[in-house]
């Protein structure tokens, strides 16, 4: 799937040229070493393990919209679900059978924003074949609009194109083709938690790709990446529905913890099934790696931060934060700010 993203997104100035014949080399040197890397202080910084953890347990509460009282042990459902969801964690090309969504209107779209000039009409036509993606096009256009203080409201395709552009189009679309489909009629867990899930992992894609400069990683792939790191979580849910319907039967402090461990286990295996780069994988799966003190690759670092910040967001949203809660914010790298703020 990503080399079909990469290929389709690809500007056409950006094939090479064909071969030409080339002038006479001098003999070949042995190669230099490449340089050592230089980190800015700024890949030092992010979320440490106590402000991870206390976030973490913030916003996986208000996901399960639990009560007060907080269960520790986990119950016997909750076993059933884990045991599954370990199972699953082995077969990573089941699970991301289980979350396709490409629609036949989604790889027309991108190949048409591959041009510079690309037509605006056209593109307005395409779009209006799906109707998740008129949804989501008049929202991010109403949204951009409503940012920047003008108080009208766009109803139609083609004014919304016009505003949110090539680049925004481009990321939108990418967007909507992981989305998954919601179904209404499931269960509990599902109706509850998916829409929860998937606007955290929204997000943090976008958190990721905006962080991606500061530490030298590559935007698309930090866009990705964010977009990708819930994506066990959301197969989970289909098991824990299979295992219980009742509300509040499944939360359990111990069930939740591993349930984010296991969850990001079939994340990694999703990345490694749809032939995403090595780095993003690499940075799922170092996720666990802040509460043993281990060193994070730059994508996993940014990785960490869009997370942290995205729940953030979301847990301030709906009030689940307090005025005793403001150092969650303490040692983080500079563009952290700017990027949580351009997340309302």
């Known amino acids: 799937m990503y080399q079909w993203l990469k290929r389709l997104l690809a500007k056409p100035d950006s094939v090479p040229p064909p071969d030409a ?10 190669p230099a070493a490449p340089p050592a890397p230089i980190l800015s202080p700024a890949l030092e910084g992010g979320p440490d393990f106590e402000q991870k953890d206390l976030v973490n347990s913030a916003f996986q509460r208000w996901l399960f ?5 907080d269960a520790l042990d986990t119950t016997a459902p909750e076993g059933r679900v884990l045991h599954e969801l370990i199972m699953a964690a082995k077969s990573g090309h089941n699970a991301a059978d289980m979350l396709r969504r490409m629609p036949g209107v989604i790889p027309q779209l991108l190949q048409s924003l591959r041009s510079e000039n690309f037509a605006g009409a056209d593109i307005a036509r395409k779009i209006s074949n799906d109707l998740v993606l008129v949804g989501s096009v008049l929202r991010l256009a109403n ?5 920047s203080g003008e108080a009208t409201t766009i109803n139609s395709v083609e004014h919304a194109v016009i505003v949110i552009g090539q680049e925004g189009l481009r990321q939108l679309i990418t967007t909507v083709a992981f989305r998954p489909i919601i179904d209404l009629n499931s269960g509990y867990h599902t109706k509850l938690m998916a829409p929860r899930i998937w606007d955290q992992s929204e997000k943090s894609a976008v958190a990721c790709r905006m962080l991606a400069p500061e ?3 590559d935007p698309f792939e930090a866009f990705l990446a964010g977009l990708v790191l819930n994506a066990g979580l ?5 098991v824990m529905d299979s295992a219980s319907n009742t509300p509040g039967e499944l939360g359990s402090a111990m069930f939740r913890a591993r349930l984010m461990q296991e969850a990001r286990a079939i ?7 749809w032939r995403f780069p090595p780095a993003i994988t690499q940075a799922i799966r170092e ?3 802040v509460r043993k003190g281990g060193a994070l690759s730059p994508m996993a670092r940014v990785l960490a931060l869009g997370d942290y910040l995205s729940k953030i967001r979301l847990l301030a949203a709906h009030g689940k934060l307090n005025d005793s809660e403001n150092n969650l914010f303490h040692g983080l790298p500079l563009g952290a700010m700017p990027c949580y703020a351009a997340l309302a």
Request: charged letters at 15%.
């Open 143 to 147: 949204a951009a609009i409503q940012n």
């Open 287 to 289: 996720q666990g790696e």
């Open 267 to 273: 994340s990694a295996g999703i990345s490694e099934a």
């Open 65 to 69: 919209a639990l009560p007060a009282g």
């Open 234 to 238: 959301l197969t989970a849910l289909r």
């Open 215 to 217: 530490f030298g990683v």
């Open 21 to 30: 014949p080339s002038p006479p080399q001098p003999a070949a040197r042995e």
